[in-house]
């Protein structure tokens, strides 16, 4: 269109008549006359309008994705909530697992040195009645638990009780210092007593100064006068050193605990010891040593039809 006075009369025009529909929706208000027709326009050019905002307007976006993001962060804290609660359920069990195992392996440790026990649970650890090594147990004296009874596990000898309450009782580790327990050597029957060294290994002093020893021998108690503090045949350790001699009257070993210390769960009271000793018959049988592999041997016989080359 050319800029001529007719022209121009029309643009003229057209913003009076522009500015009086505004002034008529404006002061109509929700009754506007143009209402209906504002509502056809949104119908028809809405969608056309949001897929051309949105391909083109990338901070639109973000701003839509900022008011959706509450929504949207409650359902991943649900479900953060769920996994969590799924991975306390799934490590409680393991945990019984781990328990049921440790309860069976108690049981047949008893079995083996036929131990009457009362089972029982640690339920606290650290310095109780001035010891450094000691655990407290949710059984005693309601549950027949005396002082001076021996306490082992699955694995072999845990300590004895020396402080008994009414439903606790605490229990001095084999790895205290000021613990000391008699010992028999597995197979010779030499006698010692071992004291514990706390994080360390046990030490064991043999009462025989020439008694042959060697890593890998094993050790278990030798029993109490009345079985008080302790039953006999509990595997105590495993040699781990054998200090050398030099003519003394004793013999000094280092002894491995089978027991763990620091990882004690489920044990075992023996409120009934056996009626005889068990001596050897608890600890389990030593693993096979693996053979050696058979050497393979290729023998080439000549064939009788060969020829000799020329």
């Known amino acids: 269109m050319r800029d001529t006075r007719e022209s121009r009369l029309l643009l003229v025009l057209l913003v009076a008549i ?16 143009l209402d209906g027709a504002r509502h056809a326009a949104a119908s028809v050019f809405g969608p056309v309008e949001e897929g051309v905002a949105s391909a083109v307007d990338p901070v639109g976006n973000a701003v839509a994705a900022v008011r959706d993001s509450g929504e949207r962060h409650t359902r991943i804290s649900e479900l953060e909530r769920e996994n969590t609660a799924l991975k306390q359920r799934l490590g409680s069990d393991d945990r019984n697992r781990g328990r049921v195992r440790d309860l069976d392996a108690m049981l047949k440790t008893a079995g083996a040195g036929q131990y009457g026990i009362k089972g029982a649970q640690v339920i606290a650890i650290g310095a109780a ?26 694995d072999g000898l845990v300590g004895r009780v020396t402080t008994v309450g009414p439903s606790t009782a605490t229990v001095l580790l084999a790895n205290d210092p000021k613990f000391t327990v008699g010992t028999r050597m597995e197979k010779t029957g030499e006698i010692g007593f071992a004291n514990g060294q706390g994080d360390r290994s046990l030490r064991v002093e043999l009462l025989n100064g020439k008694a042959a020893v060697r890593e890998g021998d094993r050790l278990v108690t030798f029993g109490s006068s009345k079985d008080k503090p302790f039953v006999p045949g509990v595997p105590v350790g495993e040699v781990t050193r054998v200090e050398p001699a030099g003519g003394g009257l004793t ?17 075992g009271v023996v409120v009934q ?16 040593a693996p053979k050696p592999a058979p050497t393979v041997t290729v023998t080439v016989t000549p064939s009788a039809s060969a020829k000799p080359r020329d």
Not at 18 to 33: H, M, Q, Y
């Open 18 to 33: 522009a500015f009086a529909l505004i002034t008529v929706d404006i002061r109509g208000g929700e009754r506007s006359p």
């Open 129 to 154: 009645q001035g010891f450094s090594w000691t655990v407290t147990i949710d059984c005693g004296a309601h549950d027949g638990i005396k002082r001076d009874m021996t306490v082992l596990n699955g």
């Open 251 to 267: 013999r000094t070993l280092q002894v491995r605990p089978f027991v763990g210390f620091s990882k004690l769960d489920v044990v």
């Open 273 to 288: 010891p056996p009626r005889t000793d068990p001596r050897d018959t608890v600890l389990p049988p030593k693993p096979e």
